[in-house]
């Protein structure tokens, strides 16, 4: 079993940047893909971004294409969500999760085994 631990998040104002990270315990960190989804209040939670177990394969929702960059250090069992021109609709609770290898990536919250407890992310206009 693994426990995540994420942290980074705060208020930034439009346009900004911010880099969340999400510590890993427990588990053999380099053996799971690790995914980002975010939670807006009243909303569904979002799958944001994915990465494979050895950093190589990387998906993104269309709506941050571009904009945010996840990678990986399996050394220091790190998990990083770089995002940037940060906008007002993506304040959100940010969670890390993580699957063990089933051999693709999902966008799926069910298939994720382990969650974080999430970090605040503000964008103020």
């Known amino acids: 079993q693994v426990h995540l631990v994420e942290s980074g998040g705060g208020l930034v104002q439009a346009g900004g940047s911010l880099r969340l990270s999400c510590t890993a315990s427990g588990g053999s960190f380099s053996s799971y893909w690790m995914g980002w989804f975010r939670q807006a209040p009243g909303k569904e939670r979002e799958f944001v971004a994915a990465i494979s177990r050895t950093g190589g394969s990387r998906y993104y929702a269309d709506s941050v294409k571009g904009r945010f960059a996840v990678f990986r250090d399996n050394a220091k069992s790190t998990l990083y969500l770089h995002m940037s021109s940060l906008k007002p609709e993506e304040t959100s609770v940010y969670y890390c999760?993580?699957?063990?290898?089933?051999?693709?990536?999902?966008?799926?919250?069910?298939?994720?085994?382990?969650w974080g407890q999430g970090t605040q992310v503000t964008v103020s206009s």
């Open positions: 999760a993580a699957r063990p290898d089933r051999g693709s990536e999902s966008r799926d919250t069910r298939s994720y085994d382990y």
